[in-house]
């Protein structure tokens, strides 16, 4: 019994957090205007503390990400507009991978085959997500990541469910949410002039074309990749 309490543990510290952490009105901190409200201060202790404000951000993205806080966009510019567009970008992924990956192994050694087979029964957007992840963890956990067509939180958890290769699992996290992630942050660099003459940013530039179009056309060479070593393996097994 105190065996089986200890295997869920982990699980059940995560469930509290969450609901604290939802409980507290955190998230709605986390908008332009707070980042607005704060430059001077925010932009004084990265200046003084570089490497401490670093570490900060990653543990804070970790954090973020491992509790599915809303806003992770808003943090993701925040990088950018603090430490500049390509070390906030890596900041960033660095941070929203470790907290992807502590998601994956609490519910991996927590639910494990369980929930696996409760998913196989149960069917629906949950299973069919499961399914294509043991046909080819990598290329479809990156497809997911380089266009979020399903929340970032439900590929964790199918990830987990689906017995993926952690290998995998990371590094298809980690090279996914990067185009975006960059893109993001490069937006959140050029958000500080913007502040700086008291004008009040357009998030609407995310929606543009030569925004969203390289990520379309990235997530399709993916996917089309994945396709094609299916097919392949699929004409090596009948040969």
């Given at each position: 019994m105190l065996k089986r309490f200890a295997r869920f543990l982990p699980l059940i510290v995560l469930a509290l957090v969450i609901i604290g952490v939802l409980a507290s009105g955190v998230g709605r901190f986390l908008n332009l205007s707070t980042l607005q409200d704060n430059e001077a201060a925010l932009r004084g202790f990265v200046r003084d503390n570089l490497f401490l404000a670093l570490a900060g951000f990653v543990a804070v993205y970790a954090a973020a990400t491992a509790v599915s806080l809303p806003g992770a966009l808003i943090l993701t510019l925040a990088g950018g507009f603090l430490f500049g567009t390509w070390i906030g970008g890596a900041a960033t992924v660095i941070g929203a991978t470790l907290g992807a990956v502590i998601v994956f192994y609490i519910v991996r050694t927590s639910l494990g085959a369980a929930l696996r087979a409760r998913a196989e029964r149960s069917g629906g957007r949950l299973k069919s997500i499961i399914d294509g992840v043991h046909k080819g963890a990598f290329?479809?956990?990156?497809?997911?990541?380089?266009?979020?067509?399903?929340?970032?939180?439900?590929?964790?958890?199918?990830?987990?469910?689906?017995?993926?290769?952690?290998?995998?699992?990371?590094?298809?996290?980690?090279?996914?949410?990067?185009?975006?992630?960059?893109?993001?942050?490069?937006?959140?660099?050029?958000?500080?002039?913007?502040?700086?003459?008291?004008?009040?940013?357009?998030?609407?530039?995310?929606?543009?074309?030569?925004?969203?179009?390289?990520?379309?056309?990235?997530?399709?060479?993916?996917?089309?990749?994945?396709?094609?070593?299916?097919?392949?393996?699929?004409?090596?097994?009948?040969?």
């Open positions: 290329g479809y956990i990156l497809t997911l990541r380089l266009i979020p067509l399903v929340p970032f939180w439900l590929v964790n958890v199918a990830a987990a469910l689906a017995n993926a290769p952690a290998r995998a699992y990371a590094l298809a996290t980690l090279i996914g949410i990067m185009p975006a992630t960059f893109i993001y942050s490069g937006i959140g660099a050029g958000i500080g002039a913007i502040l700086e003459v008291g004008g009040t940013p357009d998030l609407g530039v995310m929606l543009r074309p030569e925004v969203f179009g390289p990520l379309v056309a990235l997530a399709l060479l993916s996917l089309g990749t994945t396709l094609f070593q299916r097919y392949r393996a699929k004409k090596v097994a009948e040969a």
